[in-house]
């Protein structure tokens, strides 16, 4: 069967393959410690999902406008407001399918065949696709681990071409856990404005920020930045709701208004059932999430501690989402058996076949130095697997 060049050139997402092949395992009946999941280990809070219960028993149930029920869109004006100090209208907001789904239609309805678009590694597993799918260049920036693999203004100044016309950022960040500091986003505003990039923030791990730290974007630094970035956001992580499918947009309102003609062609609107449980999340209280990051925390430093006093493993302190992205390049090299670990992918392979333990290759997120541990899993199971890891590891010679 020909399939369309367009999708033969992108790969399925690494990362929902992973976790398909350790639920196989687990549902075979092994035992393994997963530190692959990409979502909380925390059910939906009550309060959101009565409310997704209230609107089918009120057949809420039909179509809705299509970038989002007007209730929705105000919640999200109001968190912006809120908890960023942003001041956005209804009509520069467009509610999507998930923050995945955002991240795609922003590509679909910004680049063409003849741009590039900036992509910090490590990064996102979704950035590089979303971005070939628009049929742009996704140009990839290597960042150096001694700065917790952050790009610095240096590494954007080199890596922008007249053919430029955006740059991805993501903090805290998905694989790294990293977050960029205020004096760190301001040095990338200066190449920004130099050159006139569109930013793309990705800040759907905002509110799961550690070590008392506040949460800023491109946008919070003056009218001229907020005009040139786009947020991409959603509830999945933030309110346990990654089945449910809500994400959203804030930007311009040419933009809002594309994504939405392209949703009115594409999806229609977001789930009706799913956007009334999303005014309730962004209205209600945030104590649920503070329970979550105050578990997360617990495991955040337990999980940092114990990998460093691994023998061969250097782990940065991460300090927001739920990842820790180690360095494990010591073992690279060795065997077992005849099997040499030659990089990330055979190391994760060998957890999984001999140590019955989960974890992500940092390959799947350009470097191939680390792998990528979540720890949206109990400390009970982090400290189980991080001793068959370790068992493991020295089984190795
Ligand atoms: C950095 C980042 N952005 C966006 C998403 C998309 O989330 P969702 O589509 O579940 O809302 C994810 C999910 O893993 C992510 O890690």
């Known amino acids: 069967m020909d399939l369309a060049a367009r999708i033969t ?63 929705l869109k105000k919640a999200i004006v109001d968190k912006f407001k809120r908890d960023n100090e942003l001041d956005y209208s209804p009509d520069q907001i467009a509610v999507s399918c998930g923050g995945k789904h955002t991240l795609y239609n922003l590509a679909q309805v910004l680049f063409q065949a003849g741009d590039q678009v900036v992509v910090p590694a490590p990064y996102w597993v979704s950035y590089p696709p979303i971005i070939t799918l628009a049929g742009a260049e996704p140009v990839i920036v290597a960042t150096s681990e001694t700065n917790d693999f952050k790009m610095t203004a240096d590494e954007l100044r080199a ?135 105050a578990a997360f925390d617990e495991r955040r430093l337990f999980l940092i501690e114990a990998l460093n006093r691994i023998e061969g493993v250097k782990c940065f302190r991460a300090t927001g989402a739920f990842y820790v992205f180690p360095n494990f390049s010591a073992h690279f090299g060795k065997r077992f058996g005849d099997l040499v670990i030659d990089g990330s992918d055979r190391m994760a392979d060998y957890l999984l076949e001999e140590a019955r333990v989960s974890v992500v290759p940092g390959q799947a997120f350009g470097e191939d130095a680390c792998l990528r541990l979540s720890y949206a899993i109990s400390l009970d199971d982090i400290k189980k697997g991080l001793d068959r890891i370790e068992e493991a590891l020295s089984r190795l010679s």
């Not at 799961?208 to 730290?213: E, K, P, V």
Request: aromatic fraction near 6%; include cysteine; charged fraction near 20%.
């Open 9 to 71: 050139q992108v790969k399925p997402s690494p990362t929902l393959s992973l976790d398909a092949k350790t639920k196989a395992l687990q549902a075979d009946g092994v035992d393994v410690v997963n530190f692959g999941a990409g979502e909380p280990d925390f059910s939906t809070p009550d309060y959101i999902k009565q409310a997704g219960i209230r609107a089918i028993e009120d057949n809420f149930t039909r179509y809705t406008p299509v970038g989002g029920i007007p209730e």
């Open 159 to 293: 890596a922008v071409t007249p053919r430029t016309r955006a740059m991805i950022l993501n903090s805290p960040s998905n694989p790294t856990g990293a977050t960029y500091t205020r004096a760190e986003l301001e040095a990338l505003a200066e190449v920004v404005l130099e050159r006139n990039l569109l930013v793309i923030s990705d800040d759907i791990y905002e509110k799961i920020l550690f070590d008392g730290l506040s949460f800023r974007n491109m946008a919070n630094l003056g009218p001229e930045l907020k005009e040139r970035t786009v947020i991409a956001h959603g509830l999945a992580k933030t309110y346990a709701m990654t089945g449910w499918r809500i994400g959203f947009m804030a930007g311009g309102k040419e933009i809002a208004g594309a994504v939405t003609k392209l949703q009115s062609q594409s999806t229609s609107n977001p789930c009706s059932i799913a956007q009334k449980a999303g005014v309730a999340a962004l209205n209600g209280p945030d104590d649920s999430v503070a329970v979550m990051c």
